[in-house]
């Protein structure tokens, strides 16, 4: 059985660097054809694609992050991490990881994490 789990700070100062590492159990994140996925929602807002790393460790990112975001993977440990940097109380919502073999994915299924939920606030 394949599981996902979030882990990282509830609560970020804007301007910081919001880091959030996804671990991976029953499957490898090297896993050919697959994708490890970011996904946010913010408050009133529909699920958000973030970016992805694929199974050779190519890295995709949607346009409008593109200049804060980068994804990082530890195949070691199975686990890969978003890095968001200067983040604002825009940032605010509850971030999941996935993996599918589908990279931009937007609706939850069962290979999705839990989700975390990030407040940015001073």
């Known amino acids: 059985q394949v599981q996902l789990q979030e882990s990282g700070p509830g609560l970020v100062k804007p301007s910081q660097t919001l880091s959030l590492t996804c671990t991976v159990s029953g499957a490898s994140i090297t896993t050919i054809n697959y994708y490890m996925t970011w996904i946010r929602q913010r408050p009133g807002k529909v699920f958000e694609w973030m970016g992805s790393i694929d199974y050779v460790g190519k890295m995709y990112y949607t346009p409008s992050l593109e200049n804060r975001i980068s994804i990082s993977r530890d195949t070691s440990k199975n686990q890969f991490t978003l890095h968001l940097s200067a983040v604002t109380p825009e940032d605010t919502g509850t971030y999941y990881c996935?993996?599918?073999?589908?990279?931009?994915?937007?609706?939850?299924?069962?290979?999705w994490g839990q989700g975390t939920q990030v407040t940015v606030s001073s």
């Open positions: 996935a993996r599918d073999t589908r990279m931009v994915v937007t609706e939850p299924d069962e290979y």
